[in-house]
């Protein structure tokens, strides 16, 4: 099974958005800065963003672990 582009890139965004939320909040409880905790969040969305989404289609070519739903066992 192959994923599409347009696929990947929704993932990228929603994981990105729970990633920078905890990333705001780590950096505030280390901190104990909003401000530099949000500047912290937002300068990382944008690259791990990159980062996430070539490492998702690195990963859509290999093969290992994948499994095909097309192989019919039977026959109706």
């Known amino acids: ?13 929603s994981w990105r958005i729970t ?9 505030l409880l280390i901190t104990g800065d909003l401000s ?3 500047t912290i969040g937002f300068i990382e969305i944008f690259t791990k963003m990159v980062l996430y989404y070539f490492h998702e289609r690195l ?9 095909t739903t097309d192989n019919i066992e039977y026959h109706i």
């Open 59 to 67: 990963w859509n070519r290999i093969n290992y672990g994948k499994e």
């Open 19 to 27: 990633g920078t939320i905890d990333t705001i909040i780590i950096s």
């Open 36 to 38: 530099i905790a949000a």
């Open 1 to 13: 099974m192959k994923e599409k582009y347009k696929r990947s890139l929704l993932k990228t965004f």
